[in-house]
Antibody, heavy 129, light 107 residues
Framework: EVQLVESGGGLVQPGGSLRLSCAAS????????MTWVRQTPGKGLEWVAN????????YYVDSVKGRFTISRDNAKNSLYLQMNRLRVEDSAVYYC??????????????????????WGQGTLVTVSS | AIQMTQSPSSLSASVGDRVTITCRAS??????LGWYQQKPGKAPKLLIY???SLESGVPSRFSGSGSGTDFTLTISSLQPEDFATYYC?????????FGQGTKVEIK
C-alpha cells in the first residue's frame, strides 16, 4: 500500500527554521518526481516545490525561493522541505505528494502531463511570535 | 505565472443534480490540467488528469473536458459524498498554479 507520512511541523517564531520530512512506503521514491503543496487554514491550495527523481531539478514558487529547499534521500525513501527565514504567511498545512508523469498526444505532438496521485495527511506549520 | 480562474467559487446543489465547474487559464496550457477534490481536514484527491482522463477508481459520474484555456469538470449526478471543494491545477509550466476552488454545498 502506498503511503506518505509527513512530520516536522510545529510552532516557530518568525525568522526561524523548520525541516519537514515525508516518509514514503509501498513504492520506490527514486522513480518519481515529488511535490510539496500547502494550504492556509480555511483557504485554497498553493503549490510550493517540485523535485525530480534524482534531485537534479528543483522548482519553487516565487514566495519561497531563497528560503525553502526541497531535497530527497532515495536510499531512505524520504522527501524533505527545509524552511528558513519563516514568515507568518508561511503558516499552513504542508502536504507532500507523489507526482506521476504520463504521455499524451495533443494534435500530432507528444507531451507529458503530470499529476499527484498519492498525498500525505499533512503537517501543520504555525509561524507566530 | 499562469493564472487559473475557477468559477463559481461556490454553488448549492441537490443530490442528483448535474454540476459543472469551469477553470480558465490565462494562456494556452494544452491539456495540462488536473482536477482535485478536497473534503474538510483531508488531503486533496485526484479526480481527472490531462484534462480528460479519469483517475483509476474515481466514479464515472465525474468527467473532464476542454483544452487550451477553457476546462470543465462535470459531475453528472451529484451524490452525497461529492459535497466538497474542487480545485483545478495547471501542470503546463512552473510555478504550478491552482484555481481558487469551488465549494459544492448541499441545497
Amino acid at each position: 500500500e502506498v503511503q506518505l507520512v509527513e512530520s516536522g511541523g510545529g510552532l516557530v517564531q518568525p525568522g526561524g527554521s523548520l525541516r519537514l520530512s515525508c516518509a514514503a512506503s509501498g513504492f520506490s521514491l527514486s522513480i518519481y518526481w515529488m511535490t510539496w503543496v500547502r494550504q492556509t487554514p480555511g483557504k485554497g491550495l498553493e503549490w510550493v516545490a517540485n523535485i525530480k527523481e534524482d534531485g537534479s531539478e528543483k522548482y519553487y514558487v516565487d514566495s519561497v525561493k531563497g528560503r525553502f529547499t526541497i531535497s530527497r534521500d532515495n536510499a531512505k525513501n524520504s522527501l524533505y522541505l527545509q524552511m528558513n527565514r519563516l514568515r507568518v504567511e508561511d503558516s499552513a498545512v504542508y502536504y507532500c505528494a507523489r507526482v506521476v508523469l504520463i504521455p499524451y498526444y495533443y494534435g500530432s505532438s507528444r507531451y507529458h502531463a503530470d499529476y499527484s496521485d498519492y498525498w500525505g495527511q499533512g503537517t501543520l506549520v504555525t509561524v507566530s511570535s | 505565472a499562469i493564472q487559473m480562474t475557477q468559477s463559481p467559487s461556490s454553488l448549492s446543489a441537490s443530490v442528483g443534480d448535474r454540476v459543472t465547474i469551469t477553470c480558465r487559464a490565462s494562456q494556452d496550457i494544452r491539456n495540462d490540467l488536473g482536477w482535485y477534490q478536497q473534503k474538510p481536514g483531508k488531503a486533496p484527491k485526484l479526480l481527472i488528469y490531462a484534462a480528460i482522463s479519469l483517475e483509476s477508481g474515481v466514479p464515472s459520474r465525474f468527467s473532464g473536458s476542454g483544452s487550451g484555456t477553457d476546462f470543465t469538470l462535470t459531475i453528472s449526478s451529484l451524490q452525497p459524498e461529492d459535497f466538497a471543494t474542487y480545485y483545478c491545477l495547471q501542470d503546463y509550466n512552473y510555478p504550478r498554479t491552482f484555481g481558487q476552488g469551488t465549494k459544492v454545498e448541499i441545497k
